[in-house]
């Protein structure tokens, strides 16, 4: 045999040998993924991007569901503040208006 025809050979043997190795690749048949998910020499990473991604979203709109939850909790809380104010104005108003019957009153009695 010529020294060409041995180094296909080769290269033939050990890649039908079943071990996934193929010399013309470093070791690793691009074409085949391995029992560890392993293509041509890289991590196949299969749905852990969309994962990730679909983590990230739930985080954004947990975050969000937070952040509007506090604004409503302001916002009733600026609308309670508003009706003590109003409240407290109105028992002022009330008071007021109290003395001044009370001055009317006593005046028509003098």
Do not use: F, I, T
Not at 17 to 35: I, M, T
Not at 60 to 81: G, I, P, Q, T, V
């Amino acid at each position: 045999m010529a020294e060409g025809e041995e180094e296909e050979e080769v290269k033939a043997e050990s890649a039908s040998d079943g071990s996934g190795e193929d010399a013309d690749h470093g070791g690793a048949n691009p074409w085949e993924l391995n029992h560890n998910g392993v293509d041509g020499g890289e991590e196949v990473v299969e749905g852990e991007e969309e994962e990730e991604e679909e983590e990230e979203e739930e985080e954004e709109e947990e975050e969000e569901e937070e952040e509007e939850e506090e604004e409503e909790e302001e916002e009733e809380e600026e609308e309670e503040e508003e009706e003590e104010e109003e409240e407290e104005e109105e028992e002022e108003e009330e008071e007021v208006e109290e003395e001044e019957e009370v001055e009317e009153k006593e005046e028509a009695e003098e």
